[in-house]
């Protein structure tokens, strides 16, 4: 807290030093980069609002989307409930495929 009250000490005398003009210059300098910043926040605020309206409550109606093939990549295959034959591919232990390792 020792620098922090140095700091201001040093810039009340700092102070004392300026004419009432140039305190009066440095205070209009604060106003002025306090409201451009202000300005400029509620301009970013403004246009991300009318942005989320615009999407919200202007867009198109969208249309439903089509229910008739919904589940068809979901669908067992016809023959579903018949037993694993030797034509299938798997029924001899994966031999045919190089990248599955064999029984042995």
């Known amino acids: 807290m020792d620098g922090l009250s140095r700091l201001l000490a040093a810039a009340t005398a700092a102070d004392e030093f300026l004419t009432p003009k140039a305190r009066s210059l440095y205070r209009l300098l604060l106003l002025t980069a306090g409201v451009l910043l202000g300005v400029f926040i ?46 299938d591919d798997h029924a001899d232990g994966g031999q045919d495929d190089p990248d599955r390792p064999s029984g042995e």
């Open 42 to 87: 509620l301009t970013i605020l403004v246009v991300r609002g009318l942005r989320r309206y615009r999407e919200t409550y202007l867009r198109a109606t969208r249309k439903p989307t089509p229910s008739e093939d919904v589940w068809t990549q979901h669908r067992l295959p016809e023959d579903w409930d018949q037993p694993a034959g030797p034509e």
